[in-house]
């Protein structure tokens, strides 16, 4: 009972972290784009990476999941990567690196919540309230930092942003890290194979 509570925490502590880095990042983005200078345009195509990366990531990392069954490592591999792209934000390297930089952080964001909800829908085992309080705390994170970047920002304005995005990311890193180290069992199709 006590490994199933602390394997719930530890996907709790996921889901908040993951959301909190989106909370700032998905509002803010836009804003310190706007602080470098870049025009409107450029702006919005930056801004809508993320949803040419949702069109494709979440599917190829599932597809990786299911044949390998690693959804923990590929979690872990995921924040990693998108925690060192996001220093590439410090670096003021025109639209074009910052498209490519949006790019790889965001292809390995992608994943994190379908991988999550895969790993979660083995351990809840049909226990919705479980899953519920472990998406509220996703919830709470968003919310939290929403308004703490915010007034953050107001405050000292956007050239912080990059920190932010490391430092969540970071937390989300670290999060995945608490994660129970389990393989899960192969897809049909590809147990069927071996």
């Known amino acids: 009972m006590a490994a199933g509570r602390g394997h719930l925490l530890a996907f709790a502590g996921l889901s908040a972290s993951y959301f ?4 700032f990042f998905n509002p803010y983005l836009p804003l310190w784009l706007k602080d470098l200078g870049l025009p409107i345009f450029t702006i919005s195509l930056l801004a809508s990476v993320q949803s040419i990366t949702r069109v494709f990531a979440p599917y190829a990392w599932g597809a990786l999941s299911d044949h390998t069954g690693q959804r923990v490592k590929l979690l872990r591999f995921s924040a990693a990567v998108a925690l060192a792209s996001s220093f590439g934000l ?10 490519l930089v949006l790019l790889v952080m965001f292809t390995h964001t992608s994943s994190m919540m379908s ?17 519920g309080r472990i998406r509220l705390c996703g919830s709470a994170g968003f919310l939290v930092t929403v308004f703490f970047a915010g ?3 107001e405050r000292f304005g956007m050239k912080h942003f990059p920190a ?5 990311l970071a937390i989300v890193l670290i999060a995945t890290m608490k994660l129970p180290d389990i393989r899960e069992p192969v897809a049909a199709h590809d147990a069927a194979r071996e």
């Open 20 to 23: 909190a880095h989106i909370g």
């Open 90 to 99: 410090w670096w003021h390297g025109g639209a074009w690196w910052l498209a």
């Open 115 to 131: 991988l999550t909800e895969a790993a979660m829908a083995q351990l809840v085992a049909g226990d919705w309230g479980r899953y």
């Open 151 to 153: 007034e953050w920002f």
């Open 164 to 168: 932010w995005a490391a430092g969540t």
